[in-house]
């Protein structure tokens, strides 16, 4: 009799633990660098696209160093991720990332992914936006600072 109480009583803390552990993985995250720390290789990082914002408003990479941005849309509508201009060598899945008006255009559909890879010259800081009419004014834009 006793030890059933007792069973009870454990079961239902660990519950709760598991409620709580999922109500903390809800909270929105602080933008922030996924660069690892003191690593010298290249570095990765990831960008979600969301009707109408990026969930990172900064973006960290190191000069003459390949920072690869794995973009994913979750959004329902088409988003892309653009540099007007940036000094290095830039791909968008493999290939020159250009487009008539940018240095970097890599436009991903509702549900899709596009790899950018960027090895940029030299330091400084580069907006990164969406060129979808209304968008970039709706906030969805940041900063790429180059180290
Ligand atoms: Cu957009």
């Known amino acids: 009799m006793h030890k ?15 409620l709580s ?3 903390g993985e809800a909270k929105p995250t602080a933008a922030k660098s996924d ?20 969930d990172k408003a900064a973006l960290t990479g190191t000069k003459g160093q390949a920072l690869t941005i794995n973009l994913t849309n979750q959004g329902a509508l088409e988003h892309d991720f653009t540099i007007d201009k940036i000094d290095g060598k830039a791909t968008v899945d493999g290939k020159d990332a250009k ?4 240095a970097v255009h890599a436009a991903v559909k509702s549900k899709g992914t596009a790899k950018v890879e960027i ?5 400084g800081t580069f907006e990164f936006y969406c060129t979808v009419a209304g968008h970039k ?5 940041g900063t790429l600072t180059v180290n």
Request: glycine content about 12%; proline content about 4%.
């Open 119 to 123: 090895t940029p010259n030299a330091a």
């Open 4 to 18: 059933i109480t007792t069973a009870f009583v454990v079961g239902a803390a660990g519950l709760s633990l598991l």
């Open 35 to 54: 660069a690892p720390a003191g690593g010298a290789a290249a570095s990765v990082t990831t960008l979600t696209m969301q009707d109408i914002k990026y």
């Open 21 to 23: 552990a999922c109500g």
């Open 99 to 102: 487009s008539a008006t940018a």
């Open 137 to 141: 004014e709706a906030g969805m834009k």
